[in-house]
């Protein structure tokens, strides 16, 4: 039987999305993504996962588009049309990106090994990005002739502010897990050894609390930096009644006053 290009497993409320294709460094061809697109939208219908982790086989995250794909790769024929990329970005991957950042439940990019070009900003679209010690982001794009996409352009500054993200994207160098922890790019560097547990709890820990308050603070952070302080009141004022109206606000606050574990239901 055929491998799936996307392995699909379930740990409690767990769901992880596994990229697979080692043999590319699990490169993005259009198969790559409707496997990863078609898991991502199962994992959101299914009312039984409350955390996804994606991950990548092998002995990297994921080396962005593959630049063997004939949708991307240039044909050499003298007077041949040139790809349209930006049909590739349209159809593929900014639907991608829109997919993850709107998922019902937290999503953790478990790195290990390189992520680069589209593959780095796929993680960084990631709620959390834990990274093993010995993974590289490369911001592969400028060495292709390209500028960064899958989000990259909105992200990088967002992350880690204009110089920086002006460094990482003009010069396209490896940039080793702890420096990348360290200048606010990914949530956390842990030793390679230590990846797989450190995210396993963290992503149980993440599906025990309430989602829907997960989500929105995601989605206020977000649209916060294109508001004013007052805008930002004003939503955060409109968040808090709407999750003041719901069922995990009256178990967190009753859990407190018996003081024992809160049980979070919402979805
Ligand atoms: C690959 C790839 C790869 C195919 C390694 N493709 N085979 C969006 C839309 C439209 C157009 C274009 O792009 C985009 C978004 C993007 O993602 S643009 C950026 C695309 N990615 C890159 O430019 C990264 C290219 N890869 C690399 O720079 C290196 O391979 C990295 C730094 C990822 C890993 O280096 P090494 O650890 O030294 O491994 P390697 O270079 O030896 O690669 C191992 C194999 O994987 C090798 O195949 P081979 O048959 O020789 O063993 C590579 O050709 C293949 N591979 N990346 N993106």
Redesign the pocket.
């Known amino acids: 039987m055929n491998e799936p290009l996307v392995r699909i497993s379930q740990s409690g409320a767990v769901r992880t999305l596994q990229l697979n294709r080692p043999?590319?460094?699990n490169?993005?061809n259009s198969q790559l993504h409707a496997a990863l697109m078609a898991g991502l939208e199962e994992a959101a219908a299914d009312s039984a996962v409350r955390c996804v982790v994606l991950s990548g086989a092998g002995?990297?995250f994921c080396?962005?588009?593959?630049?063997?794909?004939p949708l991307?790769a240039p044909d050499t024929t003298p007077g041949a049309a040139p790809k349209d990329?930006g049909h590739?970005?349209e159809s593929?991957?900014a639907p991608l990106v829109l997919r993850l950042r709107s998922m019902p439940v937290p999503v953790i990019a478990s790195v290990h090994g390189?992520a680069?070009?589209?593959?780095a900003n796929l993680a960084l679209c990631c709620d959390l990005v834990v990274a093993a010690r010995s993974a590289s982001f490369?911001q592969?794009?400028t060495?292709?002739g390209?500028v960064p996409?899958?989000g990259g352009t909105w992200l990088l500054p967002r992350l880690v502010g204009s110089a920086r993200a002006l460094g990482l994207a003009l010069l396209g160098d490896?940039l080793p897990a702890a420096d990348a922890a360290q200048m606010g790019l990914i949530w956390k560097c842990v030793d390679d050894a230590e990846l797989a547990l450190t995210v396993e709890t963290l992503a149980t820990r993440l599906s025990d609390m309430p989602l829907r308050a997960l989500v929105a603070t995601r989605k206020a952070l977000a649209d916060a930096q294109q508001l004013d302080l007052a805008s930002s009141l004003a939503r955060e004022a409109g968040l808090q009644r709407e999750l003041g109206a719901a069922q995990d606000y009256r178990e967190g606050v009753e859990a407190f006053r018996a003081k024992r574990a809160p049980r979070f239901t919402d979805r």
């Open positions: 043999e590319a460094l490169s993005f002995r990297a080396a962005g588009q593959d630049l063997a794909d991307v990329l590739v970005i593929l991957y390189v680069a070009g589209a593959g490369i592969a794009f060495k292709i390209l996409d899958t490896k």
